[in-house]
């Protein structure tokens, strides 16, 4: 298997599968700096989840931290599919909005 083909299965083996990660994990040369390594950026990502509504929250935590399927987040919070995948695609696009001016400045 090519280097190139070995890194796509690596981007389709999983969804937790970060494409920056695998990226700079199979890069030949060494990046001046992370832009994500900002301290700036850390502390505009945290104060937006805080500021997150706790329901919000909790849908972030159990997707992106705990790494549960759509699936399961539903059975736990006992509505759909589809209502948790709306709901998970309004929270991003709140988060984005609210985190867009410090990666533009960054």
Known sequence: MTGIARRSAGLCTSRTTNFIETCAATATHTAPQDPLDDPALDTALDAALK????????????????????????????CSVSKVS?????????????LRPAFESG
């Open 86 to 98: 709306r709901h998970l695609d309004a929270v991003h696009n709140k988060l984005q909005g609210r």
């Open 51 to 78: 500021a997150l509504p706790a329901a919000e929250y909790r849908l972030v935590e159990l997707y992106y931290f705990q790494k549960l399927k759509l699936r399961q987040i539903a059975d736990i919070m006992g």
